[in-house]
């Protein structure tokens, strides 16, 4: 099966179309995982909604705002759209901590990691071969 992810911007416009997403695929969306990390000093936090396969293709999107939301005390309004609308729309939400990218070479090495995360929890299927 092939997971990727595909970013849709740092959390500001971009909420609108996750919301969009949520709400005109709730049959395929599977979970919403909001990923909080610390970058450059301050508490930010990454959406994702994790889709289920495609029937054709195996292929598993994930869609993700990276690290633009301010991870406050009392959550951002924008991270309590996005959570409103998954829980709305019966899509389960996990929190997970994670490294910020900045630390990987590569935005595609970021994503990598978290697929593992994400694979290691159980929350997408595993990496499958095919012999």
């Given at each position: 099966?092939?997971?990727?992810?595909i970013?849709?911007?740092e959390?500001?416009a971009?909420?609108?179309?996750?919301?969009d997403?949520?709400?005109?695929?709730?049959?395929?969306?599977?979970?919403?995982?909001?990923?909080h990390?610390?970058?450059?000093?301050?508490?930010?936090?990454?959406p994702?909604?994790?889709?289920?396969?495609?029937?054709?293709?195996?292929f598993?999107?994930?869609?993700?705002?990276?690290?633009?939301?301010?991870?406050?005390?009392?959550?951002?309004?924008?991270?309590?759209?996005?959570?409103s609308?998954?829980?709305?729309?019966?899509?389960?939400?996990?929190?997970?901590?994670v490294?910020?990218?900045?630390?990987f070479?590569?935005?595609?090495?970021?994503?990598?990691?978290?697929?593992?995360i994400?694979?290691?929890?159980?929350?997408i299927?595993p990496?499958s071969?095919?012999?």
């Amino acid at each position: 099966m092939i997971q990727r992810f595909i970013e849709l911007g740092e959390g500001y416009a971009d909420v609108y179309e996750l919301l969009d997403l949520i709400k005109y695929n709730k049959e395929r969306a599977m979970r919403l995982a909001v990923f909080h990390t610390e970058l450059n000093g301050k508490k930010v936090v990454s959406p994702a909604l994790i889709m289920n396969k495609t029937e054709i293709g195996n292929f598993q999107a994930i869609y993700i705002s990276t690290e633009g939301i301010p991870d406050l005390e009392k959550p951002s309004e924008r991270l309590k759209l996005i959570e409103s609308a998954a829980e709305n729309s019966g899509i389960p939400v996990v929190h997970l901590d994670v490294q910020p990218s900045v630390i990987f070479g590569e935005k595609e090495l970021y994503f990598q990691h978290l697929i593992g995360i994400l694979r290691m929890n159980r929350y997408i299927a595993p990496l499958s071969s095919s012999f």
